[in-house]
């Protein structure tokens, strides 16, 4: 059961600190870290930090403790932003979403899976079947997910190599109908190559290692991972709690429970088999023309691919030019260019199985003939659980997406928690204290503004005819963004020796200074493919995979529009994102990683400091504390209240409004603590009253105090929170 805390976990909510300072929020988050509590408020927002460690705390009787509960009940836990995300939903049918957010290994995958456990476990009390298969899928995907989207970092054992946003669909009895997943911008380099003391995806260790011996033999594969290019420096690398045995066979059971068929399963293994055996393919001249070298490996591919061998070779050594008399040829590849085309197409065999996988989940769990003149109003949380700021020995094209992202994310925050509150205050005249905070919309314009930011030089690199190569494509960034404060370069910077020349650029993120090397870029961005590849699976007998590659359908002559570029489509997909999730009523979960170590002990207070200060959760305590949590227009208020009052009852007499407002505030004793604006009443944040006393004292003359932090609650305590407590607490939500 969950138990109010006593004093010596410290604050339970950072709104309580006696002063807000940076010193004062790291001893407190320190000291509840050492007790083993991991999670603290900031008025809705929960701070969590990565406890690693296995925690008793998530078990049933802890999700009971939360259910239904209000926010300032109990304990700090993912549960209580759970809990108050789906009664927002369900109560005022509207939309809300919860955005995880944390540097890479704070602990954001794991969360988003409390979360969604939490949800499944207090919906669907009449146990419908529908309703439990749609329940069923939506955990199941998780560990499909994280098979073919995780891979060992030096950051984080289990890291997402994709970004994730997962809508719930709600029906009006606030039961799970159904839901979607996006998946934003898969690591598929990761495919060929994987830095030092990295790993490939998990997928392929799972089938190598996990896969019975008779599909490995079905498949042409060895057990060990050693014997595969792409998978050998991560053969001997070792993951904490990995059982690959056992993981492959969760994979395969939640694979089926999703709705897999047999055959869809056997497509997927043999995709990965093809990438394995495409990596261990090499190329030979003999001075006149190319070959493959690499055994069986062809054979094997065609088997697989279901294609011809001549026509899988053909493909790996030559491709189809048009010429400029509309003629149509067959151009034999150097080597260079045959491994370059080998590995764009293992990437992209990886990177279109897991988008498929993801669409197959997705066409198990829409939402079907839902009306909702039937139904009612179809609600939904979602869940954003995507990739943290990531700061590498070598940072990369990947690196600059993702960190483009956290951008983009802090913006909404921002935008959200800071500005909106602040600019609300001023709109309706409440005397408020400005709070400053960095606003880092001017990274995000360095990055995406049109014509000028760092995308669209590359993006007019890559559409340059001839050889752009990306030291040109880090000059022409020089010249144009050579003025701008989060930007620079050792060209820019003779005297910086941590830059090279022509290789490295640095962004000064919100969250930290970013080396770039530019090696890489212009490839990454273009991502050719060789229509050859495509066309080779298009024409592959086996349905699966011939499904994943529509566009294999053209021939070269068809081929001219100029695809966008990864980055273009990344952004564009970021834009759609931060616009669906502005449109839903926010939760946050801040997540925090204390250590680099993985240690359940250490609490490393340089790290965390900075994480804090990026995080701008002072700036958030600060806004919070000074501002008022609920506000309510007018009317809606009176509606909802006038049966309290013998003035307002059934109608008001007087001049406006706001007038019979204020006659039930007074009639119920709390005209010291609420604010009048020019359309709202406004009402603080129900931990300083809960709390009254603490921090910034503020003083409830009228109010019956309620029970401070440290005093456990009896069975009666609830008795307290009736009549004015009830309304001061929940009711004038
Ligand atoms: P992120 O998604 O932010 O990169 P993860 O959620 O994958 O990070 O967490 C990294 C690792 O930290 C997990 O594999 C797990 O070992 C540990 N961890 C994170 N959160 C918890 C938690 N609440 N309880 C126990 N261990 C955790
Ligand atoms: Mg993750």
Redesign the pocket.
């Known amino acids: 059961m969950a138990e109010l805390e006593g004093f010596e976990f410290g604050k339970s909510d950072f709104v309580l600190l006696d002063e807000v300072t940076m010193e004062q929020f790291l001893d407190n988050l320190k000291l509840r870290f050492e007790q083993g509590r991991?999670y603290t408020f900031i008025g809705e927002v929960v701070v969590?930090v990565?406890?690693?460690?296995?925690?008793d705390i998530?078990g049933k009787e802890m999700i009971d403790a939360y259910r239904g509960r209000e926010l300032y009940e109990n304990p700090p836990h993912l549960y209580a932003v759970a809990d108050a995300a789906y009664k927002a939903m369900k109560r005022r049918a509207k939309d809300t979403c919860i955005v995880?957010s944390?540097?890479?290994?704070?602990?954001?995958?794991?969360?988003?899976?409390?979360i969604m456990q939490y949800i499944a476990a207090i919906t669907n009390p009449s146990q419908r079947a529908e309703v439990e298969s749609v329940k069923n899928v939506l955990l199941k995907s998780n560990c499909v997910l994280e098979a073919f989207g995780?891979a060992k970092t030096n950051?984080?054992?289990?890291?997402?190599r994709f970004g994730k946003y997962m809508d719930i669909n709600f029906n009006f009895n606030g039961d799970p109908t159904g839901g979607h997943i996006n998946n934003y911008l898969l690591e598929k380099s990761r495919v060929v190559q994987q830095q030092e003391g990295e790993r490939n995806f998990h997928s392929f260790y799972q089938l190598l290692r996990g896969g019975s011996e008779e599909l490995l033999k079905s498949l042409h594969l060895k057990k060990d991972p050693i014997e595969y290019c792409y998978t050998r420096q991560g053969a001997s690398i070792s993951v904490?709690?990995s059982d690959e045995r056992s993981s492959y066979k969760a994979v395969m059971a939640a694979l089926k429970v999703i709705g897999f068929g047999e055959e869809e399963i056997s497509s997927i293994y043999k995709i990965l088999s093809t990438i394995l055996h495409l990596g261990n393919l090499q190329f030979e001249s003999d001075g006149e023309s190319v070959q493959v070298v690499g055994g069986d490996s062809v054979q094997h591919i065609s088997e697989l691919t279901a294609s011809e061998p001549e026509s899988v070779n053909k493909a790996l050594l030559f491709r189809t030019v048009a010429t400029g008399g509309g003629e149509v040829i067959a151009k034999g590849h150097s080597e260079q260019e045959a491994s370059y085309g080998r590995d764009a197409f293992a990437k992209a065999l990886y990177e279109r199985l897991f988008a498929w996988i993801v669409g197959r989940i997705n066409s198990v769990i829409e939402v079907k003939n839902y009306n909702p003149a039937l139904h009612g109003k179809n609600t939904v949380i979602g869940v954003l659980?995507i990739?943290?700021f990531e700061i590498f020995e070598n940072n990369s094209f990947e690196q600059f997406c993702i960190n483009y992202c956290n951008e983009k994310l802090q913006q909404l925050f921002i935008e959200l928690i800071l500005r909106q509150e602040q600019e609300e205050y001023h709109r309706e005249g409440i005397t408020w204290q400005h709070i400053d905070y960095f606003n880092n919309q001017i990274i995000v314009d360095l990055v995406e503004q049109p014509h000028k930011g760092i995308i669209s030089v590359l993006d007019e690199a890559c559409l340059t005819a001839g050889k752009v190569t990306d030291t040109v494509c880090l000059d022409s960034m020089n010249q144009k963004l050579g003025q701008h404060p989060h930007y620079t370069s050792r060209k820019l910077c003779p005297t910086d020796k941590t830059m090279e020349f022509n290789r490295h650029f640095r962004i000064r993120h919100y969250a930290g200074d970013v080396t770039y090397s530019v090696e890489g870029f212009l490839d990454k961005n273009k991502d050719p493919l060789f229509q050859d590849f495509k066309r080779l699976m298009y024409n592959s007998s086996d349905p699966v995979l011939k499904e994943m590659w529509p566009d294999g359908q053209m021939s070269i002559t068809e081929v001219t529009k100029r695809p966008l570029t990864a980055a273009t489509l990344f952004k564009n997909s970021i834009i759609s994102l931060v616009d669906r999730l502005a449109c839903k009523e926010p939760y946050y979960v801040r997540?925090v990683?204390p250590n680099e170590v993985?240690s359940p002990m250490l609490f490393d207070e340089a790290r965390c400091q900075h994480q804090v200060a990026y995080l701008g959760l002072l700036e958030n305590v600060r806004v919070r504390r000074a501002g008022f949590a609920y506000r309510q227009p007018y009317e809606r208020f009176l509606q909802r209240y006038k049966m309290t009052c013998e003035y307002t009852w059934p109608n008001h007499l007087m001049a406006s409004d706001r007038e019979a407002v204020e006659a039930i505030v007074v009639q119920h004793g709390f005209e010291g603590d609420v604010a009048y604006g020019q359309t709202k009443l406004f009402v603080p944040d129900a931990s300083l009253s809960l709390h009254s006393g603490a921090g910034e004292s503020r003083t409830h003359p009228h109010s019956r105090p309620l029970p401070p932090e440290g005093v456990a609650r009896g069975p009666g305590a609830d008795a307290l929170q009736t009549d004015e407590g009830h309304l001061r607490h929940h009711g004038l939500l």
Do not use: V
């Not at 990565?50 to 925690?55: A, D, E, F, L």
């Not at 290994?105 to 969360?111: F, S």
């Not at 950051?155 to 997402?160: A, E, G, I, L, V």
């Open positions: 991991i969590s990565n406890p690693y460690r296995q925690m998530y995880i944390g540097e890479s290994g704070a602990g954001k995958t794991e969360a988003s899976k409390y995780n950051r984080n054992d289990n890291s997402s904490a709690s659980d990739y943290g997540c990683k993985k």
